[in-house]
């Protein structure tokens, strides 16, 4: 009998528990400017200490899966020593989630670094693989009913704005520490699932990819069609070809290139998962440090500027397929929307375009919907609301969206 398709929601542990204070992105929190309005993290959603009531929201939205992150930091604080009641909490929050019939996939790495860890050059310590590979061993151990892993969500992302834009940590403008990076994440992968698997040998463990949706601006500039090409390579493709051929290929104007063995990796992804949220029209910028600009389509727009487009989530649905032949989980998928018009089209039109993707051979095996909660969303802070439940951070009351009852027809069969 097939596996139930996962309609769940997803959140990441520094976005909505609230008290991470002893990692990179709570410093970062500090610096003025950082942080659009000032905001900081804080008591985010609370959510470390309302999981019993968000597991109620989860059933209530007829969701059978849910997508978390453990915090690293607050697990280790400090470096070798294990907080057994941060785990034993983290134990706690699984067997609720397992009573209630949801069932749980763990992140290991959304993001945030343990300072400790930062301090001696986080990604590009040179221990990195070996420390997240024993963090990720500990984790199986102590999560050992947890089945579904993704090691490190988004590491192009990561590569990108921590590492090109300097608008995440360690806020650096540098492309050959950008490659350094995601050396360092593709190694951390591998050396995270061999460790996971030690202990777990049935997990199904994956990487969640960011994949856009990138366009030549003008298609009949020869140009634009070849900056197209690099950037999907480097941003979409580059990662899970790693995993793929066992060899961490990087290539792409303005980057220094790389190519080196990775046997590790062959063999370390049992589903690739996949986190969608717009498109870009991409040209030649030749006074840029890429030689590459990316704008977003004219379509309509979140309230991240992003654009609503549709056709483009079945297009990589399809391209992930093609390319890999492993079964896709949609692992993130959402808009920010503080009128609450836009979130309910926007989950139609996208569960639409999945379905089509299905009909068209694409095994889609779950989705998530980003997020679960309103919460703190990184270096915009505040502003921007992705919640299927909205937040009152004043007083930490959770209300329904419009989207509620939609993607509770969804996940119950009954759309």
């Known amino acids: 009998m097939a596996d139930p398709f996962l309609w769940g929601t997803a959140t990441a542990a520094h976005q909505v528990e609230g008290g991470n204070i002893h990692n990179d992105w709570w410093r ?3 610096e003025p400017g950082r942080i659009a309005g000032g905001d900081r993290s804080g008591a985010a959603a609370d959510h470390w200490n309302r999981v019993a009531h968000d597991v109620g929201l989860m059933t209530a939205l007829g969701a059978n899966a849910y997508r978390f992150s453990v915090e690293w930091s607050r697990v280790e604080p400090t470096e070798g020593r294990w907080d057994d009641a941060a785990w034993d909490h983290y134990v706690d929050e699984v067997a609720q989630l397992r009573a209630a019939g949801v069932v749980p996939m763990a992140t290991l790495l959304h993001f945030t670094l343990p300072a400790w860890l930062a301090d001696r050059g986080g990604l590009l310590a040179t221990d990195f693989p070996d420390v997240f590979a024993r963090f990720a061993a500990e984790a199986a151990t102590r999560l050992s009913d947890v089945r579904w892993w993704v090691t490190i969500n988004e590491p192009n992302v990561v590569m990108v704005l921590g590492y090109v834009e300097g608008v995440f940590p360690p806020a650096v403008r540098d492309p050959r520490l950008a490659v350094r990076a995601a050396v360092a994440q593709l190694r ?39 900056v197209t090409g690099q950037s999907a390579q480097l941003f979409n493709w580059a990662f899970q070809d790693a995993v793929t051929h066992g060899r961490i290929r ?5 980057f220094p290139s790389v190519d080196v063995e990775a046997p590790e990796l062959l063999g370390s992804t049992d589903f690739f998962g996949l986190n969608y ?3 870009y029209l991409i040209s030649f910028a030749p006074r840029t440090p890429a030689k590459v600009a990316w704008e977003y389509g004219d379509g309509p727009k979140t309230d991240m500027g992003y654009e609503v487009y549709p056709a483009g989530f079945e297009r990589v649905l399809r391209a ?9 989980v949609v692992t993130e998928n959402g808009v920010a929307d503080d009128s609450e018009w836009v979130r309910p089209a926007a989950l139609k039109w996208h569960v639409e375009a999945m379905r089509a993707a299905m009909a068209a051979g694409v095994p889609v095996l779950g989705y998530f919907y980003w997020s679960l909660l309103d919460n703190f969303e990184w270096a915009e802070g505040y502003a921007k609301r992705f919640g299927l439940y909205r937040v009152d951070y004043a007083t930490q009351e959770r209300h329904p969206t419009a989207a509620c009852e939609l993607f ?3 996940a119950t069969g009954q759309a």
Do not use: C, M
């Not at 460790?195 to 990819?209: S, Y």
């Not at 992930?320 to 896709?328: D, F, I, K, N, T």
């Open 277 to 279: 949220y717009n498109r």
């Open 188 to 226: 951390g992968h591998g050396a995270a699932s061999v460790a996971v698997r030690r202990v777990l040998p049935d997990a199904r463990i994956g990487l969640a990819h960011h994949l856009a949706d990138l366009q030549p601006k003008n298609p009949a500039n020869p140009v634009d069609r070849l």
């Open 250 to 254: 990087l290539r792409t104007a303005g």
């Open 408 to 410: 509770r027809a969804y």
């Open 320 to 328: 992930a397929w093609e390319r890999y032949r492993l079964p896709v």
């Open 28 to 30: 970062f929190e500090q």
